[in-house]
């Protein structure tokens, strides 16, 4: 007995009645999951937290001096600069300390790790924008920068943003000086080596000069010209001695003669001539004290009583007193036994002997001077006896001193630009320290966000719905192509091949029918209720804890 294999039948092209009798027949199964789908999108709409973005503006201002006149220590661009100072405040201890001084997240914290938090927060919420030349709030085109800071609370959202504007400033400020006075510390740390460098081989040089004195080719001539400069003070010197000897024989002569002038006139009465003695030495006695005085006076306007050169003139002045006291003592007895002395012959006395102790104050200067030039002279002899050695020495090592000049001339050439960069260098740094470099500059604050930026509800709703509705579509699309029945005369027809000539229609309990529509009016209604109640709760949630 064979077994007959079963006849396929391809199913027949639909038409729109057939589209519109399948919505008719499931349209249960359509309608349930688009309503689903809206209920869920509604809760999720409206249970997902606000997200407020507050945002705010940085302008880089550019340097007040410009840079050819001072060029920079920042070796880096804005960009670059701005990049490595987000990495310091999007680093994990300023994120922390910012958690925690304002105290975020604290559903995130309670139930993640940290380090989670701090990862959430620095990829999700904080964005930090390009450089780039915008036209800001009607102003004049600037280079800017954005800072934006996204939490569901719109208060902290702004805190936290103006909290990292702030940094941005501080750490900009704080990264330009310590970059430039870093340069400069280095700058100087070079300065200094080759500055020692320098002078280790001007020592070399030096020493090499010492030890070759009058000897180097660049000497001969410094030489000619000292030698021709000793031979003159040479002759100056000589003319010099000769004056001071014709000046002291002078002097002698002149001496002689007021001697003799004295001598003559003591030469009479020997009583007359003890008398006259002893009033020129009370003369004398009489000017000492009067210069005394005369010095006392002009130390008293300068210096008081106190000062050494006061008290000192005067002891001199009371000593000197008490010698003139003496002298009258002396004379008062030798005046009443003894005649009296001529005061002419007494005054010329005193004269010739104060011109006598002049002169000879004279010559023993001139005595004096003599021996200083005597001296001089031995100095410039032994002067041109050197100088005319080295003139008459030849030039040794030359090789080596020639080597110690080009380094000499190097040294000082890596000195001297050193020295040109470290200065520039100083003033690139006195430039930030006086906040005149390049810098940021709040160009619009931290703004306060209004109305969330997130979750676009009405998006959320719309796409839950289409995904319902989809959902929906699938759903009787798969239980029509499982549903192999023939539901209308157009399927007869086309899979029988016979003409109908007449159909009956199905025939029920018109009590079974309306249970049936009370059964499903019911769980429609039912759910339908259920859902708005879910909406209307989500709604209700939303709007009470916004408030």
């Excluded at 930030?432 to 966000?449: V, Y």
């Amino acid at each position: 007995m064979q077994t007959q294999s079963p006849v396929v039948v391809n199913r027949r092209a639909l038409d729109v009645e057939d589209y519109i009798d399948i919505v008719r027949r499931h349209r249960t199964w359509i309608l349930g999951p688009m309503f689903a789908g809206l209920v869920a999108a509604v809760v999720i709409a409206f249970l997902w937290p606000d997200t407020y973005i507050s945002s705010a503006s940085i302008r880089i201002v550019p340097p007040q001096i410009p840079e050819s006149l001072v060029p920079t220590n920042i070796n880096l661009d804005m960009q670059g600069r701005v990049n490595a100072m987000a990495q310091v405040i999007l680093s994990r201890a300023t994120l922390t300390n910012i958690i925690t001084t304002m105290q975020l997240y604290p559903k995130e914290r309670s139930r993640m790790p940290l380090d989670d938090v701090i990862e959430k927060m620095r990829s999700e919420d904080i964005k930090i924008g390009t450089v780039e030349d915008n036209q800001v709030s009607g102003r004049t085109p600037a280079t800017v920068f954005q800072v934006n800071f996204a939490y569901p609370n719109r208060i902290m959202a702004q805190r936290v943003c103006e909290e990292l504007v702030s940094r941005f400033i501080t750490e900009n400020v704080k990264n330009s000086s310590q970059e430039s006075v870093s340069t400069t510390q280095f700058l100087s740390d070079q300065w200094a080596l080759a500055k020692k460098r320098l002078d280790d081989v001007e020592q070399k040089l030096s020493d090499f000069r010492t030890r070759n004195l009058g000897r180097l080719p660049d000497e001969m001539q410094q030489n000619m010209q000292e030698l021709n400069s000793l031979q003159l003070q040479l002759t100056n010197v000589d003319t010099a001695i000769s004056r001071v000897t014709q000046d002291k024989l002078l002097l002698e002569n002149q001496l002689r003669i007021y001697k003799d002038q004295l001598a003559a006139l003591e030469s009479p009465a020997g009583q007359n001539a003890v008398a006259p003695r002893k009033s020129a030495q009370l003369a004398d006695k009489d000017r000492e004290i009067s210069g005394l005085e005369d010095a006392l006076t002009q130390l008293r306007q300068r210096y008081k009583e106190t000062y050494p050169d006061v008290q000192r003139v005067e002891g001199l002045l009371a000593t000197a007193k008490k010698q003139r006291e003496t002298l009258v003592e002396e004379e008062k007895p030798a005046g009443a036994e003894k005649p009296p002395v001529d005061p002419q012959r007494a005054r010329e006395a005193r004269d010739l002997d104060a011109n006598i102790r002049r002169v000879q104050a004279e010559i023993e200067a001139k005595n004096i001077e003599m021996q200083e030039r005597q001296r001089e002279m031995a100095r410039v002899n032994a002067s041109i006896k050197t100088y005319q050695s080295r003139i008459e020495g030849v030039p040794i090592g030359e090789k080596e001193y020639s080597e110690l000049m080009q380094d000499r001339d190097l040294a000082r050439k890596i000195y001297e630009d050193l020295d040109r960069r470290m200065s520039a260098s100083r003033m690139a740094t006195a430039v930030e320290n006086r906040k005149q470099g390049e810098s940021l500059e709040l160009l619009d604050s931290a703004s306060l966000p209004q109305t969330p930026s997130e979750p676009k509800r009405s998006v959320i709703i719309a796409i839950g719905t289409a995904c319902g509705l989809l959902a929906g579509l699938l759903m009787a699309g798969a239980r029509e192509v499982k549903d192999t029945s023939l539901k209308n005369l157009k399927d007869v027809r086309a899979y029988t091949q016979l003409p109908v000539l007449g159909s009956i229609p199905l025939l029920e309990n018109d009590l079974v029918v309306r249970r049936r529509r009370r059964v499903a009016w019911f769980a429609w209604s039912m759910a339908c209720l259920i859902g708005i109640v879910i909406m209307s709760s989500s709604v209700a949630y939303y709007y009470a804890t916004r408030a």
